[in-house]
């Protein structure tokens, strides 16, 4: 399984980025792929989750309203619009996929993603 993130970059608050991640390497029916992000001497946190079999969005308390998750899988293919990005936004943002598993689940990390992407760094300036 890979998982190309890609998309960050500096921003300064209230600012917009756009992630992407282009899976590629798995047959999986049924999974979860999402965003999670890192930032220095934080734990990691999930973002947003969507699951393929459908069903809500995952979003973290952090980013609804702000962040839109959205997938495209002809083209194995998902995105993370981030507006009115804030400083405490800065982190490094990974890609990750799961089976067996719900949006809720792997989002709120009850259930870790198996594979992750190698992060993209997004640095939100005040």
């Known amino acids: 399984v890979q998982l190309a993130d890609s998309g960050g970059g500096l921003v300064q608050a209230g600012g917009s980025l756009r992630l992407s991640c282009v899976a590629s390497?798995?047959?999986?029916?049924?999974?979860?792929i999402g965003w999670f992000r890192q930032a220095p001497g934080k734990e990691r946190e999930g973002v947003s989750c969507?699951?393929?079999?459908?069903?809500?969005?995952y979003y973290s308390n952090s980013v609804k309203g702000r962040f839109t998750m959205t997938s495209d899988k002809a083209k194995n293919a998902v995105y993370l619009e981030m507006n009115s990005l804030k400083p405490e936004d800065t982190a490094v943002y990974y890609c990750?996929?799961?089976?067996?598993?719900?949006?809720?689940?792997?989002?709120?990390?009850?259930?870790?993603?198996?594979?992750w992407g190698q992060g993209t760094q997004v640095t939100v300036s005040s």
């Open positions: 969507i699951s393929s079999s459908g069903g809500p969005t």
């Open positions: 390497g798995f047959t999986f029916d049924d999974y979860v």
């Open positions: 990750a996929v799961g089976v067996e598993t719900t949006a809720q689940a792997m989002g709120s990390l009850r259930v870790p993603p198996l594979f």
